[in-house]
């Protein structure tokens, strides 16, 4: 079965798979061409006021990861990403992509938990 994976898209050797970019703001010095992306889903990221107020501090990140659920749940477009990923994964592994140096304390640790389990239903 296929999986869902997370890397941060400035990682030197990516595996393949669809690859999709979850943050809000472009990745500083990522060329479009170096990101090969089949989607950036920008929508899905969490929102400039919780990403500014989140600032990637580990004592914020459990308020963060709730108000972040809080609005996948609300995002009227989280259904059709949700779809869109469950359709990657009948053909290959989906890599969610972040573009921040904090790799345990960020957006893609909390999407791809609720992928996991939304992907299962």
Not at 36 to 42: F, N, V, Y
Not at 88 to 102: F, I, N, R, T
Request: proline share 5%.
């Amino acid at each position: 079965m296929n999986k869902i994976i997370v890397k941060r898209i400035y990682d030197k050797e990516l595996p393949e798979g669809y690859r999709i970019l979850i943050d809000r703001v472009w990745p500083r010095g990522m060329s479009k061409v170096r990101a090969q992306l089949d989607l950036w889903a920008k929508q899905i990221a969490p929102t400039p006021e919780l990403r500014k107020w989140f600032s990637h501090d580990p004592e914020k990140f459990p308020k963060f990861k709730e108000k972040y659920l809080e609005e996948i749940n609300k995002n009227d477009y989280t259904e059709e990403f949700i779809q869109t990923v469950k359709d990657a994964l009948k053909d290959q592994d989906v890599l969610l992509l972040y573009g921040s140096k904090e790799q345990k304390y960020n957006n893609a640790a909390v999407l791809i938990d609720f992928l996991n389990e939304a992907v299962k239903e």
